[in-house]
């Protein structure tokens, strides 16, 4: 009998200690609270949004941190792969006791990533990836603050229609869960608004080289569109670009955000990136507070512009960081319940988590359009944002 009630003693005391690493609470205390950061550190965007993550820290805890205690960030590199991934989320839960989960990038296996914090019962903010799954699987720990795939182009859209008023379209795209996302939602603009869909392109990124891209635009050329519309990351946008241009396709070109957002772009496309299309879900020319601020810090401390990624991953801190300052404790459970009820404003916009369509727990947000003029991204819709007008590239039929 003694020896029984011995051991319920010790299991009694092991779960007491189980608990508190994995679920501290909000008594004072000097010791830092961990948010734990899923990073692709490979990928194009990985830098400026780590930066703009640790702009983010330096504020909350400038400020006094959450609650009196410091906010300590620990990343870990998923690498882009699904196994990785799945297994630096256990990692980050399990031993680094993080109390939630801020950022995720690629697409592809941020869906298992946030399976995973899902079944450990950890919140997760997701910051970037867009597959529309990732707020479609009714996974109650899983939120997400940038726009899903599908609703990247709600600001060309309504450009396409009131400026361009295109009759035909080729669409482009990275055989991916992001590129397959934004395309099937042009395919479905296209054929709500009688626009006709001239050709349907997936490619394999693994096969980037010019003569892979150049057997796809020698099939555009034979019958070019008004506009060809891509929904590709940093590198391979470039290369398509570079290749539609060099082969005298007069089409106008529209970019679904992704790679086309980023002045790396711009370098490395150089002159043939000129009046090129894209959609973007932020633009520093916006009036949210703050974002002037932001913008011009990362210029002087890391010498080139932002774009919506590193104002997301600094938005998401600062939804995490207000998140738990309001949350009754930092179990699970209060954490989820603070972000039901977060209602704010960012430099990235608005933030709040609602249910819609098929998503759960999602922020929605409008999304602009930018030009790139001599060489530099402008805003020229919608209209009350504009910072120059829409300029038609020179020989483009679409613009008479």
Not at 220 to 245: F, G, H, N, Q
Request: with cysteine; charged share 25%; net charge positive.
């Amino acid at each position: 009998m003694k020896y029984k009630r011995k051991i319920m003693l010790l299991l009694m005391i092991i779960s007491m200690a189980v608990g508190f690493i994995l679920f501290p609470q909000t008594g004072q205390s000097s010791e830092p609270l961990v948010i734990g950061v899923p990073h692709s550190e490979k990928f194009p965007y990985a830098a400026m949004m780590k930066n703009s993550f640790e702009m983010a820290l330096a504020v909350i805890n400038k400020e006094g941190g959450i609650k009196g205690r410091p906010l300590k960030l620990v990343y870990a590199d998923d690498q882009g792969k699904l196994k990785a991934g799945e297994r630096i989320i256990a990692e980050l839960v399990k031993k680094t006791g993080a109390i939630m989960l801020v950022g995720a990038y690629q697409s592809s296996n941020t869906v298992y990533m946030a399976r995973v914090a899902d079944k450990l019962n950890r919140p997760f903010l997701i910051s970037t990836a867009a597959d529309d799954r990732v707020t479609q699987r009714k996974w109650r720990n899983v939120y997400r603050l940038n726009a899903p795939a599908s609703e990247y182009a709600k600001g060309l859209e309504d450009f396409l229609l009131k400026k361009i008023k295109p009759k035909s379209m080729a669409i482009v795209y990275e055989n991916s869960p992001y590129g397959t996302g934004g395309a099937m939602r042009m395919m479905w603009f296209c054929r709500e608004n009688n626009i006709d869909i001239s050709a349907i392109e997936p490619y394999h990124k693994e096969r980037l080289r010019p003569d892979y891209f150049q057997r796809i635009t020698d099939r555009l050329k034979k019958e070019p569109p008004d506009v060809i519309y891509m929904v590709s990351y940093l590198k391979d946008a470039a290369l398509l670009v570079k290749t539609i241009r060099e082969a005298k396709i007069n089409s106008l070109l529209l970019g679904g955000a992704g790679g086309f957002t980023h002045k790396k772009f711009i370098n490395t496309a150089g002159k043939l990136a000129n009046n090129l299309l894209t959609a973007t879900l932020w633009t520093h020319q916006l009036q949210y507070p703050g974002t002037k601020a932001y913008y011009d810090q990362y210029i002087k401390k890391y010498s080139i512009p932002p774009d919506y990624h590193g104002a997301e991953a600094y938005s998401a801190l600062l939804v995490a960081a207000d998140v738990l300052k309001r949350a009754e404790s930092f179990s699970p459970e209060s954490i989820r319940a603070a972000l039901d009820n977060t209602d704010m404003m960012t430099l990235f916009g608005p933030v709040k988590f609602k249910s819609y369509g098929k998503f759960q727990r999602q922020n929605s947000l409008p999304t602009q359009v930018l030009q790139i003029i001599n060489g530099n991204f402008e805003c020229v819709w919608p209209e009350d944002l504009a910072t120059a007008a829409f300029i038609a590239p020179p020989a483009w039929r679409g613009s008479d």
